[in-house]
């Protein structure tokens, strides 16, 4: 991992009515990290990922991707960086009339000038890099298990190939295998294609298992940025109660263990 920022986030505003949901919030996204963001219910974890996307609308600060500000781009500029990041969203987020295939193929369809044969080729390929068998390509989402969903939309969101890949809740309703299998393919095309990967999340098996680092999203900023085993340190309520409550001290048991076995 380099220290580049790739993505950064200053004095960030967001608000919904007389919500305030953020205020004032920093975030620098470094190359070739897996960052976590994690956060409370209600600390705008999600909207914090739509905002830095261009996703959602926000009342005032300033978002750089790649060195440029993003409000001050022009489309076909826009466009050109939107090409380098992929997105998964909550179970994949698949449209329901299309089949696999076809739903990785849509991207492709819409950002290149390839031929019909190729993209058909690429789309397999992407298919078969998330770990779905060959015949999950022509199905439906609906006939599809979550966590075969998810990988599909891990598929759709490789597509272009990718410099960053945000996340959204990933492991969400995936029981503890499958949530522990799709850490892994995280892991692996992590390091595989050398990606910067931005994780949302609640999950502290995989904040543990995967996260370099960990952004905590609490009185409406990031209140800090740092390893897991910094963080879970902190004496912030917030962050006692999550890291150093049951949960948390058997999320990181098992991490440790985990490790101990891989040496």
Same mark, same amino acid.
């Given at each position: 991992?380099?220290?580049?920022?790739?993505?950064?986030?200053?004095?960030?505003?967001?608000?919904?009515?007389?919500?305030?949901?953020?205020?004032?919030?920093?975030?620098?996204?470094?190359?070739?990290?897996?960052?976590?963001?994690?956060?409370?219910?209600?600390?705008?974890?999600?909207?914090?990922?739509?905002?830095?996307?261009?996703?959602?609308?926000?009342?005032?600060?300033?978002?750089?991707?790649?060195?440029?500000?993003?409000?001050?781009?022009?489309?076909?500029?826009?466009?050109?960086?939107?090409?380098?990041?992929?997105?998964?969203?909550?179970?994949?987020?698949?449209?329901?009339? %299309?089949?696999?295939?076809?739903?990785?193929? !849509?991207? *492709?369809?819409? +950002?290149?000038?390839?031929?019909?044969?190729? &993209? $058909? /080729?690429?789309?397999?390929?992407?298919?078969?890099?998330?770990?779905?068998?060959?015949?999950?390509?022509?199905?439906?989402?609906?006939?599809?298990?979550?966590?075969?969903?998810?990988?599909?939309?891990?598929?759709?969101?490789?597509?272009?190939?990718?410099?960053?890949?945000?996340?959204?809740?990933?492991?969400?309703?995936?029981?503890?295998?499958?949530?522990?299998?799709?850490?892994?393919?995280?892991?692996? %095309?992590?390091?595989?294609?050398?990606?910067? !990967?931005? *994780?949302?999340? +609640?999950?502290?098996?995989?904040?543990?298992? &995967? $996260? /370099?680092?960990?952004?905590?999203?609490?009185?409406?900023?990031?209140?800090?940025?740092?390893?897991?085993?910094?963080?879970?340190?902190?004496?912030?309520?917030?962050?006692?109660?999550?890291?150093?409550?049951?949960?948390?001290?058997?999320?990181?048991?098992?991490?440790?263990?985990?490790?101990?076995?891989?040496?």
């Amino acid at each position: 991992m380099t220290t580049d920022v790739v993505m950064s986030v200053r004095g960030l505003r967001n608000q919904f009515g007389e919500q305030v949901v953020h205020q004032d919030l920093d975030l620098d996204i470094l190359k070739g990290e897996v960052l976590g963001i994690i956060g409370g219910s209600g600390a705008g974890k999600s909207v914090l990922m739509r905002s830095i996307l261009g996703l959602q609308p926000y009342r005032a600060g300033r978002i750089w991707w790649f060195g440029q500000e993003m409000a001050t781009l022009d489309d076909s500029e826009r466009h050109a960086l939107e090409r380098r990041v992929g997105v998964m969203f909550q179970d994949g987020a698949l449209f329901s009339s %299309l089949t696999v295939l076809e739903n990785v193929m !849509v991207p *492709l369809k819409e +950002h290149t000038a390839l031929d019909e044969h190729f &993209i $058909c /080729e690429l789309a397999r390929l992407k298919i078969a890099l998330v770990g779905l068998p060959p015949d999950a390509a022509n199905k439906y989402p609906e006939t599809l298990s979550g966590g075969m969903r998810k990988r599909a939309g891990l598929a759709r969101a490789l597509a272009l190939d990718p410099e960053i890949l945000f996340f959204d809740e990933p492991t969400s309703g995936l029981d503890p295998i499958g949530a522990a299998a799709f850490d892994e393919l995280v892991s692996t %095309l992590h390091q595989a294609l050398h990606l910067t !990967v931005i *994780l949302i999340t +609640h999950d502290l098996d995989s904040v543990y298992r &995967i $996260c /370099e680092r960990v952004a905590v999203l609490a009185d409406r900023h990031v209140i800090a940025v740092d390893k897991p085993s910094v963080i879970q340190e902190l004496d912030q309520p917030w962050i006692r109660e999550c890291f150093q409550g049951p949960r948390g001290r058997m999320a990181y048991t098992q991490s440790e263990q985990l490790k101990a076995d891989s040496r």
